[in-house]
């Protein structure tokens, strides 16, 4: 057996396919974190809502998503869901990167349950009498929230959102499974093309290592930076 | 320097394994009195799950049968994924690999191979709708296969900026093509037929490319080194050529009245040596 070779993974065609495989992940995750961030406040709130309806729906999405594996969500809307598509609108999106756009899509819907239960959690947090102060203003339901509660909960939610993107990080090796180029599918190539199993795996576990660290670091910063001010 | 003894470490670890191989697989196989197959479990008609039994059965395992019963012990079939084949060979988890292997040069420095079972061509499947006829027509376009065999660098070497999108089945990639997220599906020519006649009627809309990708000798996977168990391998499998026994295992699975429907054999059990 030879010894570790990581000359291969410096330069040459397999240091390629790797570096494009963390590119294409990293590119999964902003594209999911954008996507995932608006749905999981749409979610909290509607979990919130003083209408009894409103809050069974956003019940339902987080215990959905939250119960199925991320694994199934991925084959669905790969396999599953995009057949419901009209014709037309099918063989516009599978002529293009449809492994892609469908992995984004699991991913985002998939974090947006957890972040959705953190940012309640995070609006919880804030007492009452302020949504109540903001109402007898004569602020709307939705002013209030967006005006008063919202500024203070987000604040309090970063650090737990910013934990879920750490697992969003992670997820995105999921995507694999459906044909995703990311960088757990590029090591595979590269073992399957090369033997080289240890150097392949070695380098995408580092990768997942260092971007996660670098997760962490922006958390503690941004903890830092910008403590949590004590609601009154 | 931290790359260094980061690198030390790992190659360490990788080499911890083999410390423990032990010189005669052969010997370990009797004491244990079970020959331990990876099969895949998922390529019809090799390895494939009897729908009524239950049990994984198929050409590959009757030769695995046969070497477990020569050996004089019970066959314990453990299914594998392909990507997995050369690994759990070399990491001692399987005693052998019936797993539709593809025997070649860059493969021969990581494992030994048993005389060739099986040869066969890949070919590519489209749809009609696309227009391809030729294989070259292929480049620039989606083509899906299975992921970790030679299929996906056979196919970028026969057909130069092809893309290429890889499942861990072949019956994923082969849904994919069906729903339309690729023009093209590459396989093995014995189990591309049988999806293509599991289409029924949808057939029409399908057209299997004349030309091979390229040409595969199958083998048996041993351990490198283990040159008493690949004795045994090979012996048996004489055996079978001689008898007329290994003519007949193969028109069972792959005969006219399958859905393979091979009219003839043209290969047989004689060589481990492959061309080029």
């Known amino acids: ?232 | 320097m931290r790359r260094t003894l980061l690198a030390a470490a790992l190659s360490a670890a990788a080499l911890l394994p083999l410390q423990f191989a032990h010189a005669d697989q052969l010997a370990d196989i009797k004491k244990r009195g079970e020959l331990v197959v990876g099969v895949l479990g998922t390529d019809e008609p090799a390895t494939f799950v009897d729908p009524k039994t239950r049990q994984i059965v198929g050409y590959e395992v009757d030769l695995a049968n046969a070497i477990a019963q020569k050996i004089g012990v019970k066959p314990v079939l453990k299914q594998i994924a392909v990507a997995a084949r050369i690994p759990e060979l070399q990491q001692g988890h399987v005693d052998l690999v019936a797993a539709g292997l593809t025997h070649n040069k860059e493969r021969e420095a990581q494992i030994d191979f048993s005389l060739t079972t099986f040869v066969t061509g890949q070919k590519a499947l489209v749809k009609k709708d696309s227009g391809i006829t030729e294989l070259p027509q292929l480049a620039g376009k989606k083509v899906l296969t299975i992921r970790g065999g030679t299929q996906e660098p056979n196919l970028r070497k026969a057909v130069p900026g092809v893309e290429v999108v890889t499942f861990d089945t072949s019956q994923q990639a082969f849904q994919a093509l069906q729903q339309g997220k690729g023009v093209g599906y590459v396989d093995d020519e014995a189990a591309l037929l049988r999806s293509y006649a599991k289409l029924g009627p949808q057939k029409a809309k399908y057209v299997v490319l004349k030309n091979n990708l390229s040409t595969e000798s199958l083998a048996i996977g041993i351990k490198k080194g283990e040159t008493a168990l690949k004795a045994v391998v090979d012996d048996t499998l004489r055996e079978l050529e001689k008898s007329g026994q290994a003519e007949k295992i193969f028109f069972k699975w792959y005969g006219p009245q399958t859905a393979s429907g091979f009219q003839s054999r043209d290969f047989r059990f004689e060589t481990d040596k492959i061309s080029e």
């Open chain 1, 1 to 232: 057996m030879p010894l570790f070779d990581y000359t291969l993974l410096l330069s040459g065609r397999y240091h390629d396919m790797l570096v494009a495989g963390l590119w294409l992940s990293l590119q999964l995750l902003a594209a999911s974190l954008l996507l995932a961030l608006p749905i999981a406040v749409a979610v909290a709130l509607l979990r919130l809502s003083p209408l009894a309806w409103m809050q069974r729906i956003g019940f339902a999405y987080v215990e959905l998503i939250r119960n199925i594996p991320l694994l199934a969500h991925m084959l669905f809307w790969y396999f599953g869901a995009p057949e419901l598509l009209p014709t037309g609108i099918k063989e516009w999106l599978y002529a293009r990167n449809i492994e892609a756009v469908s992995a984004v899509i699991a991913l985002a819907l998939y974090s947006a349950a957890y972040m959705a239960e953190d940012i309640r959690s995070g609006i919880r947090s804030i007492p009452v009498v302020q949504f109540e102060a903001g109402r007898a203003l004569g602020f709307s339901y939705l002013a209030t929230m967006r005006r008063v509660v919202l500024p203070q909960a987000l604040r309090v939610t970063v650090p737990p959102l910013i934990s879920q993107t750490l697992n969003l990080w992670k997820n995105t090796s999921i995507a694999t499974v459906i044909g995703v180029a990311e960088l757990m599918y590029q090591a595979g190539q590269v073992e399957s093309a090369s033997f080289r199993s240890f150097e392949s795996f070695a380098f995408a576990s580092c990768a997942y290592l260092s971007v996660s660290l670098i997760i962490t670091g922006l958390a503690s910063w941004y903890q830092h930076r910008y403590p949590v001010r004590p609601a009154t």
